[in-house]
Nanobody, 124 residues
Framework: QVQLVESGGGLVQAGGSLRLSCAAS????????MGWFRQAPGKERDFVAG????????YDADSVKGRFTVFRDIAKNTVYLRMNSLNSEDTAVYYC?????????????????WGQGTQVTVSS
């Protein structure tokens, strides 16, 4: 069965950095697209970044482009989200998702599998 396990969340001061990891198992990682979403308290879950099976990356331009980087290590079946210049608006639970069809777009319903989420809290 497919499992996605996120790690790397925590408490960080504004202006700081974190790197989230998502280890995938039970799927063909190299042909899957992976996405990162986040849900802030009282808000809907939103797309943050994605990487297609070809390695093409997409970002939610308004909120994270230029500060966040999504990348993967196929040998480790792991996708990462590097987050720099964090601010209080980045506080949320961050979820990893997998799309075995490889598309990697921003739609939540494109992703068949989800991790349990990891909390990121940015203190000002």
């Amino acid at each position: 069965q497919v499992q996605l396990v996120e790690s790397g969340g925590g408490l960080v001061q504004a202006g700081g950095s974190l790197r989230l990891s998502c280890a995938a198992s039970g799927l063909t990682f190299r042909s899957s697209a992976m996405g990162w979403f986040r849900q802030a308290p009282g808000k809907e879950r939103d797309f943050v970044a994605g990487i297609s099976w070809r390695g093409v990356t997409t970002y939610d331009a308004d909120s994270v482009k230029g500060r966040f980087t999504v990348f993967r290590d196929i040998a480790k079946n792991t996708v990462y989200l590097r987050m720099n210049s964090l601010n209080s608006e980045d506080t949320a639970v961050y979820y990893c998702a997998a799309d075995p069809a490889g598309r990697g777009d921003s739609r939540q319903n494109a992703y068949a599998y989800w991790g349990q989420g990891t909390q990121v809290t940015v203190s000002s």
